[in-house]
C-alpha cells in the first residue's frame, strides 16, 4: 500500500537501513542496495515500470556504493567488496566482482587486496573500466561480449577521496548531471527528462561515520526554471529521475515518488527486512546473453 509522507519521516525510527539506488540506461530496471545492519547488505530488483520488488540476496561484507555500479541493460551488476567471509586469495580481503542481480553470486572476481582502489563501472553497453590494466579474472571466466577496457575515464579526481568519487563522479556524468562551477559546497544538477525543472545535490563533508548518510551528506532541492523557485528536499541517501522521468527518493529506508511540495508517495520501505542468506537460484551462477548492438540508419 502506497501512502503519503512530508518532508519529515514517517519512520521515527534511530537506525533506518541506508538504500542507494542504480538505474540501467536501457531497460526499467533498478537495482537497490540496502546496508543494515552495518555488516550486512542486500541486493533488490526493482521494476520501474511496474514498482514490483523482487528481493534478492544477503551478504555479510561491506559493499562500497560509490565504487560499484549496474550494466546499461540491468543484468549485471560490479560490486566492490570488502569482507571476511566470501572468495579469498591469500591475504586479500577485497575484491571486485560482477553478479547478477539481485543475486551477488559471483561470474568473475578480481582480487585488489585492499580499499584502496576505485571499484569499477561501465562506460558502455558492453564494456567494463575496472581501473588497472588486469583483464583476466582470478575467479570465474568473461564472456567475449564483454570488454574490459583500459582507458582512462572521462573523469580524474585530484581530491583525497579519490578512491570513492572517482567511478561516482563518472556514473554522474555518464548518468546526464552537470556540476555547477563554482558552487560551495559543491553542487551537481540534472534536468528533469520533461525539462519542467531541475534537481540539485548538494554534497555536504560529514566527518561522523555515524551520522545519516555516513561519511557523505546529500541534501537535495528542486529548483522551477533557471531561476525559479526552489524546493528543499532534504537529506537523502540517494535521488534521481527514473526511466519514465518520475523523480525518486531513497530516504529513511524508503523508496517513495516525490509528488510535489512536501508529498511523497511510499513505493517500498525495508527497514523491516532481517538477514537470511540464501543460495542464489541456478540461472544467476551463468552470464546472460549479451545485449544487442544499437542500430545505426534504417
Known amino acids: 500500500m502506497k501512502r503519503e509522507q512530508g518532508n519529515e519521516s514517517v519512520y521515527p525510527l534511530d537506525h533506518p537501513c541506508r538504500l542507494f539506488v542504480y538505474l540501467a540506461r536501457e531497460a526499467p530496471i533498478g537495482v537497490v542496495l540496502r546496508r543494515g545492519p552495518s555488516d550486512w547488505v542486500r541486493l533488490s530488483r526493482w521494476r520501474t515500470d511496474t514498482d514490483e520488488l523482487e528481493h534478492g540476496q544477503w551478504m555479510r561484507a561491506r559493499v562500497f556504493e560509490r565504487r560499484s555500479d549496474l550494466s ?39 582480487f585488489v587486496g585492499g580499499t584502496y582502489y576505485t571499484g569499477g563501472y561501465f562506460p558502455e553497453r558492453r564494456t567494463l573500466w575496472l581501473g588497472w590494466g588486469s583483464p583476466q579474472p582470478d575467479q570465474g571466466r568473461v564472456p567475449k561480449w564483454l570488454r574490459l577496457t583500459p582507458k582512462r575515464p572521462p573523469y580524474i579526481d585530484g581530491t583525497g577521496d579519490w578512491t570513492d568519487r572517482t567511478v561516482w563522479i563518472n556514473r554522474l556524468l555518464r548518468d546526464g548531471w552537470i556540476r555547477r562551477e563554482g558552487a560551495e559546497p559543491e553542487q551537481w544538477q540534472r534536468r528533469s527528462p520533461a525539462g519542467d525543472f531541475t534537481l540539485v545535490m548538494t554534497i555536504l563533508a560529514n566527518t561522523e561515520f555515524a551520522a545519516y548518510g555516513g561519511r557523505y551528506v546529500l541534501d537535495y532541492l528542486v529548483r522551477e526554471g533557471p531561476d525559479g523557485a526552489e524546493t528543499g528536499l532534504g537529506l537523502a541517501t540517494w535521488a534521481d529521475f527514473d526511466q519514465g522521468g518520475r523523480l525518486i527518493v531513497a530516504r529513511d ?36 546473453r549479451g545485449p544487442g548492438r544499437r542500430r545505426t540508419g534504417n
Open 72 to 110: 546499461t541493460d540491468g543484468s549485471l551488476f560490479l560490486a566492490f567488496v570488502r569482507g571476511a567471509a566470501g572468495p579469498s586469495q591469500g591475504n586479500a580481503d577485497s575484491w571486485a566482482a560482477i553478479s547478477r542481480p539481485p543475486y551477488f553470486t559471483a561470474l568473475a572476481v578480481w
Open 253 to 288: 529506508g524508503c523508496l517513495s515518488r516525490w509528488l510535489g511540495g512536501d508529498r511523497y508517495a511510499v513505493i517500498a520501505d525495508f527497514n523491516d527486512q532481517r538477514p537470511d542468506p540464501q543460495p542464489a537460484p541456478g540461472w544467476a551462477t551463468d552470464w546472460p
